[in-house]
């Protein structure tokens, strides 16, 4: 907290941030500021949302010293539990804002949020009929930073942001810090760099994949010939477009060995690449089919040699891990 500051940190429901300059200047861009700002409030809705709390945001005229924005966060609720979930969602806001991609918010949020449940007058309104619920809200919080730090909406509006000002060689520094609505700071000032700000930037939007081991496509429109072709089928009730990339499996089609028909079906191991789009919202981008198991004739599984190959070796697999656990 700022040295010599009495306030109360439920005071707290204000965010100021800031940019710095390398010159005397007080202007910057407005498509950069709308755009920085844009992903910001995107950010600050997430939290909020992940709280359950409708909130309003209100922006303050702009001030001197580089650029600084205020956005005052009101909740609809209306009394002490409000305040405090008010100053949560700014003081977690600035945590993300000001924590890498490779770290943890926890690190940075997690003593601000002591400080503000070890707050003087948190620990007086205890002693009312609040205690329960700030005791459900102190739970919930604590709760929060994995979940956040997880969210790939968080993510990508972050890294969109620093991506922004990294663009826009003007800005030297941006801070954050929480305030009261008289602009008093309440904790201290948390600045990032522009040496550090691709720390802050997605180096890819791809997702790890999702593999299902037992996946089940029936066949619409199989590829018969030579080529990187993708073939139609539908899985889980969807239509999907996928490549064929078990090597064994096109053989057998190519030599006649297996015959499709109207509702023929196979069961396999599929690759779901997926990515994030720009507002950090994720999509798949294809579907790989890497080894059949098996495919059906007249409902009846018939296993493939590698299917039946990967079948052997899954076995012999927990028959030594059995072994070992027995020992």
Known sequence: MSSGNSMSLLNG???????????ESHNIDAVVQNKCECEFLCVLREIASSFNAEILIETEPFADGGLRRWFKVITKEENKKGAITAVIITTLLTGIFVTPLTTA??????????????????????????KLEIDKLKQKTQNKDQILNQSNVIKKRKSNFYEILDKYPKVSRVSFV?????KTHL?????????????FILVSDELEPIENENATIEIISPVL???KYKWMGIYNGIPIHFNMKSKE?????QSGNVQFKNGTSINCLLNIRRKIDNEGQEEIVGYDVLRVNSYFENEKPIETPEGKSHRKNIEAWKQQTNLFETN
């Open 178 to 182: 929480v305030a009261n609505p008289e």
């Open 187 to 199: 904790i201290d000032e948390k600045t990032v760099y522009r040496k550090d700000f691709k720390g």
């Open 225 to 227: 010939k030579k080529g």
């Open 105 to 130: 918010i926890s690190t940075t949020t997690g003593k601000i949020i002591e400080n503000i449940f070890e707050d003087k007058e948190l620990k007086e309104l205890e002693k009312e009929k609040l």
């Open 249 to 253: 499996f096109k053989a057998l089609i």
């Open 13 to 23: 429901n204000t965010l100021e941030l800031h940019y710095w300059f390398g010159d």
